[in-house]
Nanobody, 117 residues
Framework: QGQLMESGGGLVQPGGSLRLSCTAS????????MCWYRQAPGKERELVAQ???????TYAEAVKGRFTISRDNAKSTMYLQMNMLKPDDTAVYSC???????????WGQGTQVTVSS
């Protein structure tokens, strides 16, 4: 069974930066469509950014120009570089691996990001 493990969350001041990592195991990472989601207290989960197996990236409007998604297939790891963080970015960030050929999804356990002064 595939597994995903996030790391890199924490407390940061407004305007600061964090880099999240999502490391995959026991799956064909190179074939996976990878996503970062976030869920703030009292809000629905939202898609933040996604990157295809061919490394095409798309972003939610709220994070465009501030966040960068990337992947390193050799390390089976996806990243989310978050710059110019705002209090509204506070949420639990989770990574998802989707395999279109089998409609299979794997989820990480999530990592907390708190933006506060």
């Amino acid at each position: 069974q595939g597994q995903l493990m996030e790391s890199g969350g924490g407390l940061v001041q407004p305007g600061g930066s964090l880099r999240l990592s999502c490391t995959a195991s026991r799956m064909d990472f190179m074939s996976a469509h990878m996503c970062w989601y976030r869920q703030a207290p009292g809000k629905e989960r939202e898609l933040v950014a996604q990157i295809s197996s061919g490394s095409t990236a798309t972003y939610a409007e709220a994070v465009k120009g501030r966040f960068t998604i990337s992947r390193d297939n050799a390390k089976s790891t996806m990243y989310l570089q978050m710059n110019m963080l705002k209090p509204d970015d506070t949420a639990v960030y989770s990574c998802n691996a989707h395999f279109p050929s089998t409609s299979t999804d794997f989820w990480g356990q999530g990592t907390q990001v708190t933006v506060s002064s």
